[in-house]
């Protein structure tokens, strides 16, 4: 008569039982801070709010190279009942790609922090429509640096830079196209500025003829060249200005962060967003079609996009801006911490000024135009 007393213990000892733990795979395609950043950081809270799971953070290397092997264990688990990963970090093109091959599942209305969004990349993904797909988990910025002992009123736009650079030969400088993606950012609003209809660019359609009517602002590139310093590279330019040689040029504000942070650039040296723009990209949260484990995957993004978590772990611990829109981390973070990331650059700046990089066949024809118009 004693069975029933057993049953029962038996039944408790295997709720609590580490082999009944669940297991959420997250799988990420950046550097290994990003990795560091789940397993470290955004993994132990999310265990502690969910007694008897288990985060496993891995990688797949930097770049859309990370991200397309991503796209390849999908693609390659697609008759399977269920893929290996539960929650997915990848590149802007890789999203496209996924979501065109049915690849991804449409989550976004399960998880209250996708309205604190505002980004247009959460919709439009170098012209591939995201829509309910994905979630940013941050946003990465290209702004203008600039020394603020040399430059009281730095330029507020394109039109004032390619004015204020005549008058002052070799103090701004680019790394071109082939030395870093802040380089590239420079050109793309550039011809954001001055070729035409940038909202074009940006949303499509793609017309091939469009890029015949940049001619001129290739030809005013070419020129503004003369009277600038070609740095070897994204950390080569933040080198210059660190080292006086240049007064101003573009730079990924993450990276000007980290480094004014580490005593490699002087606190003299600020920011500028310059009208019409410039372009910034995000890294995407995203649930496997055939996640085993959905809706722990749409919990998680929920957290890792919570104002609490962008301020603390987006902000303070990596210099980048937040996936969801800055103004909801208001009250979320120190003053310091606040007045560091968004003075020279505000939450308007952003909303108005941070561009995303065109459709992928329109960036694809600024990077060629540039090489047979500017670099020859």
Do not use: C
């Not at 999310?46 to 799971?53: A, D, I």
């Not at 702004?143 to 002052?168: G, S």
């Not at 606190?267 to 009208?275: G, I, R």
């Not at 952003?350 to 992928?360: W, Y």
């Amino acid at each position: 008569m004693r069975l029933i007393p057993i049953v029962s213990s038996l039944i408790a000892l295997a709720a609590a039982s580490p082999a009944m733990a669940q297991t959420l795979n997250v799988v990420t395609a950046g550097d290994q801070n990003m990795v560091d950043y789940v397993k470290d950081y955004l993994g132990p809270i999310f265990e502690k709010s969910h007694p008897g799971v288990k985060i496993v953070s891995v990688g797949t290397g930097p770049g859309d190279a990370g991200s397309q092997k991503i796209y390849e264990k999908l693609d390659a688990q697609k008759s399977a009942a269920a893929t290996d990963f539960d929650v997915l970090v990848i590149h802007q093109k890789a999203a496209g790609t996924m979501v065109k091959e049915g690849l991804l599942a449409k989550y976004t209305d399960q998880v209250p922090t996708a309205k604190l969004v505002t980004s247009e990349t959460a919709k439009n993904s170098l012209g591939a429509d995201v829509s309910g797909f994905v979630i940013p988990m941050f946003q990465s910025q290209t702004a203008l640096a600039y020394n603020a002992d040399l430059l009281k009123n730095p330029p507020n736009t394109f039109a004032e830079l390619k004015e204020w650079a005549q008058k002052n030969p070799k103090q701004f400088g680019y790394n071109g196209i082939k030395g870093g993606m802040s380089g590239v950012a420079f050109v793309t609003g550039w011809i954001y500025a001055f070729g035409g209809d940038a909202g074009k660019l940006i949303n499509g359609p793609y017309d091939p003829a469009v890029k015949a009517s940049w001619d001129k602002a290739l030809a005013d590139l070419k020129a503004f060249n003369k009277n600038v310093v070609m740095t070897p590279g994204n950390a080569g330019t933040l080198d210059m200005l660190n080292r006086g040689e240049i007064a101003m040029g573009p730079v990924w504000v993450d990276m000007f962060y980290s480094w004014q942070a580490d005593g490699k650039l002087p606190p003299n040296m600020k920011l500028k967003l310059a009208a019409p723009g410039m372009p910034g990209q995000p890294m995407y949260y995203a649930i496997p079609a055939k996640s085993a484990n959905q809706k722990l995957a749409e919990e998680f993004i929920a957290l890792a996009t919570s104002p609490e978590v962008q301020a603390e772990g987006i902000v303070k611990k990596f210099n980048w801006y937040p996936g969801i829109d800055a103004k909801n981390l208001e009250g979320k973070l120190d003053q310091a911490a606040w007045n560091k990331l968004f003075s020279d650059i505000t939450p308007d700046d952003l909303s108005a000024n941070g561009k995303p990089f065109p459709v992928a066949p329109y960036f694809n024809d600024i990077l060629e135009s540039y090489e047979k118009k500017v670099a020859n």
